[in-house]
């Protein structure tokens, strides 16, 4: 008896809840469009919202039934069945059987770099100086984030809290107190100089700051996971084709 409930404990331990594994993260993430279709790869819960906490189950998916995979969020499909059900399922679960052809939540304010579509080198320069200071996401993707540093004109995958900490510590750029202040109360010569940089007020506790070039304000990135947060929110959508005109750095 004893080796019975022994072997029971040791395999409850190893046992993760098949929900758990279905998707991740509770509307943190911004939510891009999708036009794709797709089929779960088991019977699949259907939710009002994208979290396994808090939401309700609206009904099941069965497998291999081709859905419409309407939007995505961090790990997390908002689907369309047979029947005209809307609702969110975890992504993992999901097969995509079609290519996304969704313009994603930005529209028309992509970047056009004009890649690979009879642009001359001296235009796609101008284009590429463009995105100098921008946070990019990947919209045709999973919403990846990019920080397109000014000084090198490279992009740098800023994947959570920790990598957008990095970036603060390696692109930062010391202010004083007194330039600063200007900063914020709307010098526009000074902002111009630093529109897309990341500067740290070195005079106090190295608190930084960054100059978003989507709306010029002067944003306070307390951590790591408000500079991610705040850097996001600043994200201006561009295609695949688009990145990839821009080389990629390593920090």
Request: aromatic share 10%.
């Amino acid at each position: 008896m004893k080796k019975v409930i022994l072997v029971i404990f040791v395999f409850s331990c190893f046992i993760v809840p098949f929900s758990s594994l279905q998707a991740g993260g509770c509307l943190v993430d911004p939510i891009y469009k999708r036009n794709n279709t797709g089929e779960p790869k088991i019977g699949l819960y259907l939710r009002d919202i994208p979290c396994m906490e808090g939401s309700e189950i609206l009904k099941v998916l069965p497998a291999s039934e081709e859905i419409e995979l309407i939007a995505y969020t961090d790990g997390w499909y908002k689907v369309k069945d047979k029947t005209g059900a809307i609702g969110w399922a975890g992504s993992s679960l999901i097969n995509e059987t079609s290519q996304n052809t969704a313009s994603g939540k930005y529209g028309s304010e992509y970047f056009r770099l004009g890649v690979n579509k009879g642009v001359d080198e001296a235009e796609r320069k101008r284009m590429l100086a463009r995105t100098k200071g921008y946070i990019l996401l990947q919209v045709e993707s999973k919403g990846e984030a990019w920080y397109v540093d000014p000084e090198t004109e490279q992009r740098y995958y800023m994947r959570d809290g920790f990598a957008a900490f990095e970036i603060m510590r390696n692109f930062g750029l010391g202010i004083s107190n007194e330039n600063l202040a200007k900063l914020q109360n709307g010098d526009e010569a000074l902002k111009n100089r630093l529109i897309g940089k990341i500067v740290l007020q070195i005079e106090e506790n190295g608190e930084a700051f960054y100059i978003s070039p989507q709306d010029r304000g002067v944003h306070y990135l307390q951590n790591g996971a408000e500079a991610y947060r705040i850097m996001r929110e600043q994200g201006l959508g561009i295609t695949n084709t688009d990145l990839s005109a821009l080389s990629e750095g390593s920090l």
